[in-house]
């Protein structure tokens, strides 16, 4: 995809979007690190479910570390792998708690040296808790780069720095938000809904779906 189209299709998704944002529920750094963490292979809707209880009892990571990892486990046995999950929210706790002040870093080098904390929940953080200009690369954000055309790559960190590359500053921040949505509710991973899809005129996608199944 070149530059101008690039442009063009932010701009659309901006037009149709202009304060994007995660699903995710929180109130804090701390509880959006923990709810990114919990997203693994769950959905954001399961993972609300679970943090509604849970952070209102433990919205530190002191408070988090009180409760234990069978305490945790409690909270969030609704979601898939809890029992690993539980063991790193704590681990992270305690680092949390007896290295960095009870605050996250803002820091990816100190975010990835987090149990149960990659790239992309770096990324997530960076971006959304300290307004950082990082692009969190999921599977939505990767089926619609490669899709469309605007940053195909092999792994998920080709298309994060390809993107990095692509796409005009003023888009930056909001870049992940928009293109995790897209992919969520309309690029979707079956069977892309082209036919109400506004970036649709501008994608590359050479085997679109104009026509809703009857």
Known sequence: MNAAKCRAL????????????????????FELLIAVLLSAQATDVGVNKATRKLFPVAPTPARMLALGEAGVS??????????????????????LVEQHGGQVPKEREALEALPGVGRKTANVVLNTAFGHPTIAVDTHIFRVCNRTGLAPGKTVTEVEMKLLEVVPDEFLHDAHHWLILHGRYVCKARR???WHCVIEPLCEYPDKVLVPRE
């Open 10 to 29: 932010f701009e659309t998704l901006r037009e149709n979007n202009p304060s994007p944002t995660t699903e995710l529920e929180y109130s804090s750094p």
């Open 74 to 95: 409690e909270y969030i046995k609704t979601i898939g792998l809890y029992k690993t999950k539980a063991r790193h929210v704590i681990e992270t706790c305690r680092i």
């Open 192 to 194: 892309p809904e082209c």
